[in-house]
């Protein structure tokens, strides 16, 4: 087995094992900026971690205040509804616009209420996860398919399948281009000989 297949074997059950904090799992005190900052890389560092850069801002949670997808903090606290959005946030606008991730939340929101509603995006998202990592090792076998979706819940089931195959295909590549830089090195060496 190549290098790259065995890397991405191993990535794919760190992938199998992503769990989104649910609610109940989410900070009930207020928080400051810099707090929400350290918690949203640990809860994400995995799916969106990248080393150039930031998988969010103080700025880029600024805008979100701005544009009404987030509500504003209360004497520049932060509390598990922004936690919440923030995460449904940064993961969807991988895949669908910021408008479309706005009426997403709003109408998941408005069908079961903010706490069910992240609950179900965390619990669809992780299962998108786990297909995606049963696709690079069969191994990795799937739980029980969930329910029918509802089709009230069918945009959150595609922007979570979409987001798990953007991140394993850029995986792919990223270890595909470490395996050209070799093959090209090893060319130029045995050119030098």
Known sequence: MKQSEQEMKEWA????????????????ID???????????????????????KI????MVNNYVKLN????P?????NRVHLAYLVA????????????VRVGILYQAHLSGTRNAYNLFCTQQEYELKKAAAEIDPQLALDAL???????NLALKMA????????????AVALQEQELKQMQEEHNRSLQK
Do not use: C
């Open 160 to 171: 979570s399948g979409a987001f798990a195959q953007k991140i394993v295909a850029e995986k």
């Open 13 to 28: 059950q760190q992938l199998n094992a992503v769990h989104l904090p649910r609610w109940e799992e989410l900070p009930d």
């Open 69 to 72: 997808l987030i509500p504003a």
């Open 89 to 100: 946030i940064t993961i969807l606008k991988q895949v669908v616009t910021i408008k479309e």
């Open 74 to 78: 209360h004497k520049k606290q932060y």
């Open 56 to 59: 969010i801002t103080p700025a």
């Open 31 to 53: 928080l400051y900026m810099d707090q929400v900052m350290t918690l949203m890389d640990r809860y994400l560092d995995l799916l969106l971690g990248r080393s150039h850069e």
């Open 146 to 152: 969930p329910e029918q979706i509802p089709f009230d």
